[in-house]
């Protein structure tokens, strides 16, 4: 199954044949001379940012001209293994850098460990206070439906699949699973948290990937002609993937949120785009903003690919791990319900003809009586079953992501 099996076999055919026929070399030679194409053209407006204004530079070419060079430096001398061992150190938010750092990377961690100016300390606590209270879809919808519709994104199912992390795929994806945890935790922003420290290092992480995997043949290979990773416009594709994704769902949910809540919560997310290197003016000011930026950058590039399915069994095989797979099929019911069939199709997740239209049925019940709006008797047995599932997989996922540490990568996925 994929994405296009709604469209007819006829159309399916002629697809096929355009892509294995002789237009290929025409199709490669389009796509590698502008390698852009499948992106919508960017025109969402820096005036709808945090910064307010900014040259609106397409962030398709723009990377971290802060951390690139110096990781880069980092690499090429040879000092990963022992700057990783010193780091290892390094865990909460108030704690001075350890001693032994090479000069250039200490004056950049120092830097980047500062939170922005428009850093709101009070919203920032209420942020995390909300994604508490609504632990059990918060959790749900990072873990399931983040964590799933990441593998229907090319450049980043791909970029995780050849990078070093790609080796130990169960490893990679209790590592995301870090950032849900941490940025999910009470303390996250206070002194005694983590979440500047775990920022700092993704930060180091992804300026080590980009210097890395344009040395890797696979990645080159399928990168449809981006020839430096994770720009800032896929950086945002994955903030949405998040973010936007979880806000949206709990709107669609009809979970009771403030307009306070809702605005701490892109608070928290704000942040931590801006932690993790992203431009201000890049990063939405508000929710409808986000929105409109995620229907251009994230909606029009979700598809399969053979990377991505890797990525989504090993996810699911994590789930399965919970009761010898019996829940599988609830969870994939869940899953596909939550992401829709078109990326469920994508990314290969089974049909469920029975447990979904249940599901779908009975969860809307369930969280109208976890918001108070409806009475007990009418939950169906199927949803507390779920939940327990779900809480369950929860608790397994924040598990994993607690006892990870991360390390910045001196290799690629070994081939
Ligand atoms: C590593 C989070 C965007 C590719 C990491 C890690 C975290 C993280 C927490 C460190 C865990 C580890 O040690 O592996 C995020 C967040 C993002 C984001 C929150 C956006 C909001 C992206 C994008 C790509 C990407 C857009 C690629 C297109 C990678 C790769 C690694 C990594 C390849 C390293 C894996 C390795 O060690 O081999 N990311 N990421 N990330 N990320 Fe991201």
Redesign the pocket.
């Known amino acids: 199954m994929n994405g296009f099996s709604s469209r007819s076999g006829h159309e399916v055919g002629r697809r096929k044949l355009l892509l294995t026929g002789g237009a290929l070399g025409a199709f490669g030679a389009i796509a590698a001379a502008s390698p852009a194409a499948a992106r919508s053209l960017w025109t969402w407006s820096p005036s709808a940012s945090v910064a307010g204004a900014g040259a609106g530079i397409d962030p398709e070419w723009v990377w971290d001209e802060e951390a690139d060079p110096v990781l880069a430096a980092v690499l090429d001398r040879g000092d990963v293994p022992r700057i990783n061992e010193l780091l290892r150190q390094w865990t909460r938010n108030d704690q001075a850098l350890p001693d032994g750092l090479p000069s250039d990377l200490r004056e950049f961690m120092e830097h980047a460990r500062r939170m922005p100016s428009w850093a709101d300390r009070a919203k920032l606590d209420r942020g995390a206070q909300f994604s508490k209270t609504k632990g059990i879809y918060v959790g749900a919808l990072y873990g399931l439906g983040s964590g799933l519709m990441s593998t229907a ?1 090319p ?2 199912s ?3 699949y ?6 130990d795929m169960k490893d ?1 994806v209790a ?2 699973a ?2 849900g945890y ?2 999910g935790d009470l303390d996250a922003y206070q002194p005694h948290g983590s979440m500047i420290v ?2 700092v ?2 930060r180091m ?2 300026a ?2 980009r210097h ?2 344009p040395q890797s043949p696979d990645w080159t290979r399928t990168s449809g002609g981006q020839t430096i ?3 800032q416009a ?6 949405h ?3 936007t994704f979880v806000m949206r769902k709990l709107v669609e949910w009809k979970v009771r949120i403030s307009a306070a809540d809702a605005e701490a919560y892109l608070h928290v997310w704000q942040v ?2 801006a932690m ?1 290197g ?1 431009n201000d003016e890049y990063i939405p000011a508000t929710w409808d903003a986000a929105n409109a930026q995620s229907r251009q950058v994230l909606v029009p590039i979700l598809a399969h690919t053979r990377e991505g399915e890797a990525l989504a069994e090993v996810l699911l095989d994590i789930v399965a791990e919970l009761d010898a797979g019996v829940t599988r099929p609830l969870i994939s019911a869940f899953s596909r319900y939550t992401l829709g069939d078109r990326v469920g199709d994508m990314i290969g997740l089974s049909q469920e003809p029975v447990l979904k239209p249940v599901i779908a049925a009975a969860w809307p019940l369930l969280v109208a009586f976890r918001e108070g709006l409806i009475p007990l008797p009418g939950i169906p047995t199927v949803a507390w079953t779920l939940e327990e599932a779900l809480r369950r997989f929860v608790l397994l996922f924040l598990a994993e992501g607690q006892r ?6 001196d290799m ?2 070994p081939s």
Not at 162 to 167: L, M
């Open positions: 994104i450049r980043e791909r970029a995780v050849y990078s070093k992390g790609g080796a990679r590592k995301t870090k950032l941490d940025i775990t920022a290092k993704t992480v992804h080590a990937v890395l995997l990773p994770i720009s896929d950086v945002l594709v994955t903030w993937s998040l973010a931590s785009a993790l992203v990870i540490a991360i390390d910045i990568p690629n996925r």
